[in-house]
Every structure is written in structure tokens, then in C-alpha cells.
């Protein structure tokens, strides 16, 4: 899932209540049919996606994905352990099942010095400005070796449906899907505030996005994340009774 945060819950996204301008999957009022031009897709909402409607130069203020651009994050986990998270934005693109080409995004997880986990996320941006999250490619590894690629999925296959990691206009009260695929990823954010004060490693952020990310899957698991314009994730804090905090440490644009 979106930029790490194994210990402290899932990633974060925004969404917005005023649903109707940003956009999924197909017509009408039916939920379980949206299409790009009506509302966020929520739970288990099927969206249609057109390759014509997306690009893989994503430039959301919120969460810009230049080529070359680099995040450093440190992670605490509940134990105690830490961990360097290293995010790449590649010059390479996946194209996912139904002709969408996403934007690899390359996040490796160090424990040590050694690679715990490295994972290829796949984001493109719809026309109205949506960061859509359309699956991962992901292992874990001990000793050198994968020991499971458990968690990569890709939308329209088997059932996984992907969802919104940023919106084009995040207002609070926003809330949205940032994944699904029933009974194994279901992560969810709702947009909690525009003007956050944040100060970690890599500086002060005086007006951050703040989002509540949950899993249903997981009930015990919940975060608040943390975006700053021009950079994108800079802080999360588990909410649900541990201490785990992923912080930014340094950034650098593409």
C-alpha cells in the first residue's frame, strides 16, 4: 500500500465531501457504478476506468510525482524498532489490466541496513486532478530472501478495485476508498483538516492536509496523516493506542 507505514497502519489519502466534482467510475446514481465525472468511490464501489481519462504526470499540489523526486522517512514502529523508508518516483510506467499506464513509484523498507520489504506502487491522475492508487507490486524479505509477496494487487484483477490516494479539491469531511479488494484491502481516508502545523526532520510545515486513514479489515488500525503542498506525505501517527510515527527526514523534487 501506498507509502509505507507497516507498523503504524496504511497510508494516507485525501477525499472530499463535495464528491461531486472529483471523479470515478460510470453513470448514474448508483453508487456501486460511478464513473469519473460524479463521486469518490467508497467500500466496494465498482468504478469503470478509461485510459483516455488518465496520465501518468502527476502534479496534485498535495502529492506531486515528478520523476527523480525522493522521500526519506524514519518509522517507529509499535515495538520500538525502527526502520528507513526510501520512496523513488521512477522515469518508469506499468500498464495495468484494462490499458491504464500508472507511474511506478519504488519503496524500499531497511531495517538494519538490509531491505525488509520493497514494493512498486502504480498511481496515475484522472482529468479532473485525482491521484488514483491502482495496485502494488510487493515482497518481504528475510535474510535476502522474498519470503511473501502478500498485498500486491491490480485493479480489475480478481476483483481488486483501486481507489483514490489524493484528490484534486480535499475539503474536511471528504472521505473516500483508497483500495479494495473484499476481505483483504479496504483502506479508507476521510479528509480531516487543510491547516496542520507540522515540524519533522526535514522542516516545518506550517499548513498541512490532514487525513483519518482506517482499515475495516483491521479494526484496531488507524492513522492520521500529513501533507504538505509541493511535497506530499510528511508525517503519520498511529491513533490506535501504540506510538508508531513515520516521519519525513528529506526531500528532494525531481
Not at 501506498?2 to 471523479?23: C, D, H, K, L
Request: one cysteine or more.
Amino acid at each position: 500500500m501506498p507509502m509505507r507505514a507497516r507498523a503504524i497502519a496504511t497510508v494516507a489519502a485525501s477525499v472530499a465531501a463535495a464528491a461531486a466534482t472529483a471523479g470515478c467510475g460510470a453513470g448514474g446514481d448508483d453508487p456501486a457504478n460511478a464513473t469519473a465525472t460524479t463521486k469518490l468511490p467508497e467500500g466496494a464501489d465498482t468504478v469503470e476506468l478509461h485510459p483516455a481519462d488518465f496520465t501518468t504526470e502527476i502534479d496534485n499540489p498535495w502529492w506531486p510525482m515528478k520523476p527523480g523526486t525522493r522521500w526519506v522517512y524514519s518509522e517507529r514502529d509499535l515495538e520500538g524498532g525502527d526502520a528507513r523508508v526510501l520512496v523513488t518516483v521512477t522515469d518508469r510506467t506499468y500498464e495495468i489490466s484494462n490499458g491504464i499506464e500508472a507511474r511506478v513509484v519504488r519503496d524500499v523498507v531497511s531495517e538494519g541496513g538490509e531491505p525488509v520489504e520493497k514494493t512498486d506502487d502504480w498511481y496515475a491522475q484522472d482529468a479532473d486532478g485525482n491521484v488514483w492508487y491502482l495496485g502494488e507490486d510487493t515482497a518481504e524479505y528475510e535474510n535476502g530472501r522474498v519470503t511473501t509477496r502478500e498485498g500486491s494487487f491490480e485493479h480489475g484483477v480478481g476483483g481488486a478495485q483501486g481507489g483514490i490516494i489524493m484528490s484534486a479539491d480535499p475539503e474536511p469531511g471528504l472521505a473516500y476508498r483508497q483500495e479494495y479488494l473484499e476481505g483483504e484491502a479496504e483502506d479508507r481516508a476521510e479528509v480531516l483538516s487543510l491547516d496542520e502545523k507540522v515540524q519533522v526532520p526535514a522542516g516545518y510545515y506550517p499548513h498541512t492536509l490532514m487525513t483519518k486513514d482506517l482499515v475495516p479489515t483491521e479494526p484496531k488500525v488507524s492513522e492520521h496523516k500529513f501533507y504538505a503542498e509541493g511535497v506530499g506525505p510528511v508525517l503519520a501517527l498511529d491513533t490506535s493506542g501504540g506510538t508508531g510515527r513515520e516521519e519525513l527526514v528529506s526531500f528532494r523534487e525531481g
